[in-house]
């Protein structure tokens, strides 16, 4: 069965350095979505990207972060400089049209 | 906007119980509507959802859950739970006129299931 895989599980970085999540969405899906779950707190949408540019992203996703897909199957999210704060599970998802987003395992970052 | 509100954040139930996990939301738009699990240590996997169609949605494993409109809530429940159904259940909204599926999260309810 298909599913969305991202890399690395966990990542550790020091406060000011830029990190970048990756992921690899289900290959016939259209649409790419970046979740984040602080921890005790909501899953919060950051971003939706389809057709090569972002369609939709939340007050959360600022200047510090961006996404791209380099090569038609990769996924990323790139934060600039890490701040403490940034510190939580980072979920891809991906669908194809309306009806059920598959979400990947997760990264968990921690910034210290 | 959407919020997603789920009353419990616990909810302990001894196996072979009942259990229902309550969700409720607030839309100024029509949405479809979902329930996520995530297993321990692990990520989010859609459990059922309801896009239209009949009220009532069922899962492989034994839940349902009821699509209300006018009370806009989306309970879901299962007649007799097991230990792995120990698990974190999520209910999730997102609006129908929208291309793609942004989905906006209740907070979660854990389920603790004792034997």
């Known amino acids: 069965e298909p599913e969305v895989t991202q890399t690395p599980s966990h990542q550790v970085t020091q406060m000011g350095q830029e990190v970048i999540l990756r992921c690899v969405p289900i290959s016939n899906h259209l649409y790419f979505y970046w979740y984040r779950q602080i921890l005790g707190q909501k899953v919060e949408f950051l971003v939706s990207?389809?057709?090569?540019?972002?369609?939709?992203k939340s007050e959360i996703f600022d200047d510090q972060f961006s996404v791209e897909r380099p090569d038609g199957s990769n996924f990323t999210l790139k934060i600039r400089s890490t701040k403490l704060e940034d510190s939580a599970m980072y979920f891809c998802a991906s669908s194809r049209d309306i009806g059920e987003a598959f979400f990947g395992q997760g990264t968990r970052l921690t910034v210290v | 906007a959407q919020s997603v509100t789920q009353l419990d954040s616990q909810v302990p139930v001894f196996e072979e119980a009942p259990v229902e996990l309550r969700c409720n939301y607030s839309s100024s738009v029509s949405v479809y509507l979902f329930w996520y699990v995530q297993y321990p240590n692990q990520g989010l996997q859609l459990l059922l959802k309801?896009?239209?169609?009949?009220?009532l949605v069922e899962s492989i494993n034994g839940f349902e859950a009821e699509f209300n409109k006018s009370q806009t809530s989306f309970h879901l429940r299962k007649p007799s739970v097991h230990i792995s159904d120990t698990a974190e259940y999520f209910c999730?909204?997102?609006?129908?006129?929208?291309?793609?599926?942004?989905?906006?999260f209740g907070g979660g309810t854990r389920v603790l299931v004792k034997p």
């Open positions: 999730a909204v997102s609006p129908t006129e929208a291309a793609g599926n942004k989905l906006t």
């Open positions: 990207f389809y057709n090569n540019e972002i369609s939709e």
């Open positions: 309801y896009l239209s169609g009949s009220t």
